[in-house]
């Protein structure tokens, strides 16, 4: 049995460093291209099947960690809608698939969260990451709801909603490797990709869509 853990491990931790190597990749190379949406793919799989793989991972004997099931769960949903997005360049409206996707996400964030503000009224610092992820992945699925009344609200909306995702999927990918890989376990390790990440994100919305933040700022 501990074999067979031992072996899905080594998968997980393979995929995972697919999905860091090309979801890297993606980021350099000239957005469209041909070789950006190759990486894409591979980027998906692999974080999705490392993902997949350490669901059940973390809920075995002597491997038990519900924190990373959640995270997984969120990575997944991440690359998902990510990838969903870019249907929306044609698509004017969501179908069943996309919001259960994001309600999904919605659910299991307000369950991170009751988690969180649980563990840190018994003094648990453990907690602030699931508040921190909880509150984050709420954010996201309210954005989505937003998304899907009217996709075609602004000019590039979906192309914004893809890049957030896929990043934040990277994101995911990156502190991965920083939590299991280089074993820095410390609350900066966790929550320092993300803000990172997220200040990527704002540069690329502002790139992508420049005359809708100036618009807002009149």
């Known amino acids: 049995m501990e074999q067979t853990i031992t072996f899905f491990i080594y998968l997980h931790a393979f995929l995972g460093g697919v999905g860091l190597i090309t979801g890297i990749g993606s980021v350099i190379v000239k957005k469209g291209s041909s070789l950006h949406k190759k ?26 960690n519900l924190f990373l099931l959640l ?56 907690g602030i990451l699931y508040v921190f992820f909880g509150g984050f992945g709420l954010l996201l699925t309210f954005k989505d709801f937003q998304f899907y009344k009217n996709p075609q609200k602004t000019k590039n909306r979906w192309l914004i909603s893809h890049i957030g995702k896929m990043i934040g999927a990277l994101i995911a990918s990156i502190t991965a490797f920083i939590i299991a890989g280089l074993s820095i376990g410390n609350l900066i390790a966790w929550t320092l990709p993300t803000v990172l990440g997220t200040i990527y994100i704002i540069y690329w919305k502002r790139k992508v869509n420049p005359k809708t933040v100036a618009t807002k700022r009149l």
């Open 39 to 64: 990486f894409g793919k591979l980027f998906s799989i692999g974080m999705i099947g490392s993902s997949v793989i350490s669901m059940p991972i973390a809920m075995m004997p002597n491997h038990e």
């Open 71 to 126: 995270i997984g769960l969120f990575t997944v949903y991440l690359v998902l809608i990510g990838n969903r997005a870019l249907a929306f360049k044609i698509k004017t409206e969501a179908d069943v698939v996309d919001k259960v996707i994001s309600g999904s996400m919605l659910f299991f964030s307000v369950l991170m969260l009751g988690i969180g503000l649980n563990t840190l009224l018994n003094t648990n610092t453990m």
